[in-house]
T-cell receptor
Framework: GQQVMQIPQYQHVQEGEDFTTYCNSS?????IQWYKQRPGGHPVFLIQ?????EVKKQKRLTFQFGEAKKNSSLHITATQTTDVGTYFC????????FGQGTELSVKP | EAQVTQNPRYLITVTGKKLTVTCSQN?????MSWYRQDPGLGLRQIYY???????DKGDVPEGYKVSRKEKRNFPLILESPSPNQTSLYFC??????????????FGPGTRLTVT
């Protein structure tokens, strides 16, 4: 069946450093969504990408959807301690497949 | 306040004792879904519902049942819980309107332990 792989599983950065997480699907995706989950919290929707090659920005966060619609990335510029959490990608409409997530820790 | 509520938030039970986790949303969303979250495995979809009386299997439906008799409620039923169903469960909902995209709203989670 369809699989969505996300790397890395963990990332430890110094505050101010950049961070990137990558998402790769075994099949073409109709769309990709990104979520953030703070420790002890529930996932919170960040964004959705639909078009091939789409790039969207939210302040220090940049989201990209690959040309083949099989991969995506989330890049955070100049991380802050408030960025701590696990970032998930997910593909699909009704049936959703999530990546395993990337846990980001930020050292002040 | 727009929200998804789940009850109970914490539950410890024994193998084989039927249980129901309730999920309710007040946003008039058509789509609702259940997920389980386990360390290293991320979120895995159990069942989803595109509207009232319409339910479909997600990635890991075995051992679970759902029903969607009303738009706002989507209970998760474990007829005979087993220890491998110990997990953190999330309910989520979203609108099917295109203008809302696929923004899912998640409930606070239910931590279930089956001994």
């Amino acid at each position: 069946g369809q699989q969505v792989m996300q790397i890395p599983q963990y990332q430890h950065v110094q505050e101010g450093e950049d961070f990137t997480t990558y998402c790769n699907s075994s099949t073409t995706l109709s769309n990709i969504q990104w979520y953030k989950q703070r420790p002890g919290g529930h996932p919170v929707f960040l964004i959705q990408l639909v078009k091939s090659g789409e790039v969207k920005k939210q302040k220090r966060l940049t989201f990209q959807f690959g040309e083949a619609k099989k991969n995506s990335s989330l890049h955070i510029t100049a991380t802050q301690t408030t960025d701590v959490g696990t970032y998930f990608c997910a593909g699909g409409r009704g049936k959703l497949i999530f990546g395993q997530g990337t846990e980001l820790s930020v050292k002040p | 306040e727009a929200q998804v509520t789940q009850n109970p938030r914490y539950l410890i039970t024994v193998t084989g004792k039927k249980l129901t986790v309730t999920c309710s949303q007040n946003m008039n969303h058509e789509y609702m879904s259940w997920y389980r979250q386990d360390p290293g495995l991320g979120l895995r979809q159990i069942y989803y519902s595109m509207n009232v009386e319409v339910t479909d299997k997600g990635d890991v439906p075995e051992g679970y049942k759902v029903s969607r008799k009303e738009k706002r409620n989507f209970p998760l039923i474990l007829e005979s819980p087993s220890p491998n169903q110990t997990s953190l469960y999330f309910c989520a909902s979203r609108s099917r309107l295109m203008t809302s995209a696929y923004e899912q709203y998640f409930g606070p989670g239910t931590r279930l332990t089956v001994t």
